[in-house]
Nanobody
Framework: QLQLVESGGGLVQPGGSLRLSCAAS????????IGWFRQAPGKEREGFLC????????SIGDSLKGRFTISRDIAKNTVYLQMNSLKPEDTAVYYC????????????????WGQGIQVTVSS
């Protein structure tokens, strides 16, 4: 089974930045589309960015108005989520997920998920 591990979360003040990492083991990330999702308390899981195996990216949900960007480091077998201008409403558990084939707007189409990591935006 594919294994994904998120890291880089934590507490940040409003307006601050964080970079989340999604590291893969047992498979090469560049063969899969990798999506980032989040779930806030009492809300459904939502997707927002995805990067394809050919390194193009797409929005799979809320565009987040350009505050978040996704990138991939093939040598490190890691996908990153750079989050800038963070707001309290960005507080959530963030997940990365892998899908064989292209990106999808539906979380059910992703095959493997990380355990999630907490991001809290608060002063």
């Amino acid at each position: 089974q594919l294994q994904l591990v998120e890291s880089g979360g934590g507490l940040v003040q409003p307006g601050g930045s964080l970079r989340l990492s999604c590291a893969a083991s047992r498979f090469a990330l560049d063969s899969y589309a990798i999506g980032w999702f989040r779930q806030a308390p009492g809300k459904e899981r939502e997707g927002f960015l995805c990067i394809t195996s050919s390194d193009s990216w797409m929005s799979i949900g809320d565009s987040l108005k350009g505050r978040f960007t996704i990138s991939r480091d093939i040598a490190k077998n890691t996908v990153y989520l750079q989050m800038n201008s963070l707001k309290p409403e960005d507080t959530a558990v963030y997940y990365c997920a892998a899908r064989w084939g292209g990106c999808s707007t539906k979380s059910n189409n992703f095959d493997s998920w990380g355990q999630g990591i907490q991001v809290t935006v608060s002063s």
